[in-house]
């Protein structure tokens, strides 16, 4: 049996909470909110649609990166924008959105890749932080909510690619694929 962490309405109020935060530190500021494919998708809709109820100027695009392997960080980022023209980020502000901060790795990674090609500032907004598994030196900018070390499913988040379409997120039970 798994245990539901955050019920749809608890996530609700948690995406609520960072689009306030970050509409006013970047109010009359035009954004990219940049996500980090797949299990971002439910997350940046949300928060984009609460951030359009602050008159946010905002642009949405997507990368892909990837660094696990099952249910395991493989310790390397493969970067991949979906936009062929890299300049996309020049001279813009960039919140990366992730679903879920476990290693920092990936987060790193991006946020270096994305300042590499000029953008004017970056910042990382993530849903969900773990404990105790960082091993890169850095926090998120925006965070939602801290959450035990376990394996979370849900609301985007995915073990080969199934549960994501949950609307709740739950650690995945021992039993469960």
Known sequence: MSEVLYSARELEKVVADLAAEIAADFAGQPLLLLGLLKGCH?????????????????SVDYLQAKSYIGKASSGR????????????????????????????????????????????????CVLLRKTGCSRVVMEPDYQGSVIPDAFVVGYGLDYNEQYRELPYIKILGKNEP
């Not at 949300?46 to 602050?54: A, E, G, I, T, V």
């Not at 920092?104 to 890749?113: N, P, R, S």
């Open 42 to 58: 439910p997350f940046l809709a949300d928060l984009s649609r609460h951030l359009s109820r602050y008159q946010v100027e905002l």
């Open 77 to 124: 980022v493969t970067i991949s924008p979906l936009n062929p023209d890299d300049s996309f980020c020049r001279r813009r502000h960039v919140i990366v959105v992730d679903d879920i901060f476990d290693s920092g790795l990936t987060m790193k990674e991006v946020m270096a890749w994305l300042k590499e090609r000029g953008a004017a500032s970056v910042k990382s």
